[in-house]
């Protein structure tokens, strides 16, 4: 029907146009595929870790607590615009005497009873508004769990990188210091032969007191970090056996980082969770303007009711007793004509509030898109980084399997093999710190644009906000 209907306005051209636009804004409306670059990935582990924790943060606990508090207020914004009803029912013993006439009495005995319903019929849109107000509350507590979990999920994944690598670097110290402990123990038996100087071996002593105190120091660095890790996840029992041995190496793809920040850049930054907070906060101060704006406008309700009463006249010639039914059905109008400017300060604190919040949308999204840029750079100085650590890495192993050659033909000593071991467990360890720092960056801004698979581990009871 729209190709028909271009063809009909003889602009046929267009069609093509269209269909282009459409099929760009769908793509557009897809979210960046990430899959198999995360830390996750790369460390099977740390997904159920990662799942899990969803369950146990106190922060994310106390954010789901709120969800339900925000779900409430919305019933309670409603149930003001839905019909009220009420009852009253009373047994009384009444009597009732005219002064001067003590022959004429009059009593109320027995049940009396009321029954009212009552209905706002017209507030000038005032009680819609605070339906909305509520609902917009909703929303951004929704948004906070969402982005309680996010961020505790970036946090979780860069302490999980920093002790995979510090275990790496506890590994290859501890390899390090049993080395030097032969070697001492070879030196202290050339001292006995006296081939070598006391001096000698005292310097041999600092230096193994050194790389024990090195070791040392890292061993309480990987303890101290896996009971953060368990308190930060809820993990009963994490320990170094819970820890990789390995962090692989990661892969690089400008194309994809550029495609991950191109929505973000593309909506003005509004699209990053703080920005979007403040939009709505926009939208709430507009509509507590909107409230503060009628309120000395007349506002209309109905309401009917059904009453019984017992009504008893005693007189000096008879007694009369009779039950009284009443049904009434009435419109009224509330109307307060001043309210000593209490609307006025309420209208102008709205219209500050809504400046406030669109200064500060503002500002977040400048912020969100000169963060996506300046962690997309420095994702190209990581890469960069990650390049050099794994081509010295690969020589460095190169060099190993030379010094083994040399060595085996007799070229060289067999301790030529220990010092490009050395080397290349020196290179392992920094080159895995290296691919964690490359990771945390990734994560940072697959995470900032938004693109982040960890929030569909979200439960499908809370509507996963868009970002």
Known sequence: MVL?????????????????????????????DVSGTLPEHYLPGLAPILRDVLKKSPQVLEREIEIEASEARILGANAARLPRLGADLSYAYNRTALSGNTGTQYRDDGLFYRLEVSQ????????????????????????????????????????YLDLVATKLRVQQLRRRHKLRAAELATEEEKLA?????????????LAFRDAALDLARWEEQLATGCRGFARLTG???FNEASIPNELPRPSHSATLASAVVAPLLREGGRSAFEAQVHEMNVREA???????????MPKFNATAGYYLENTTNATMLDVTQQGVQRQGFAVSAQWWIFDGLATRGAKREALAAKRLAEHRLEVAAEEAMERAQHLQRQLDFEAEALDLAETRLRITAQNLAKAREEVALGNAPPVRIEQAATELEHHEAHTAGVRAAYLRVWTELVSLAGADPVLNNLPASYARPKW
């Open 4 to 32: 028909s209907g271009l063809k009909l306005l003889g602009c046929t051209h267009c069609a093509g146009w269209v269909i282009a636009a459409c099929l760009a804004c769908s793509l557009a409306a897809q979210p960046v």
């Open 235 to 237: 993990l009963p029992d």
């Open 120 to 159: 706002p019929l017209f507030h000038w849109g005032a009680l819609r508004n605070e339906t909305e107000r509520a609902r917009i509350g909703t929303a951004i507590a929704e948004k906070n769990y969402a982005e309680a979990y996010r961020l505790l999920a970036m946090a979780v994944r860069s302490s």
């Open 193 to 205: 032969n006296g081939t070598v100087s006391p001096e000698h071996i005292a310097m041999q002593k």
């Open 286 to 296: 507009d509509l507590r303007y909107q409230i503060a704006r009628v309120r000395l």
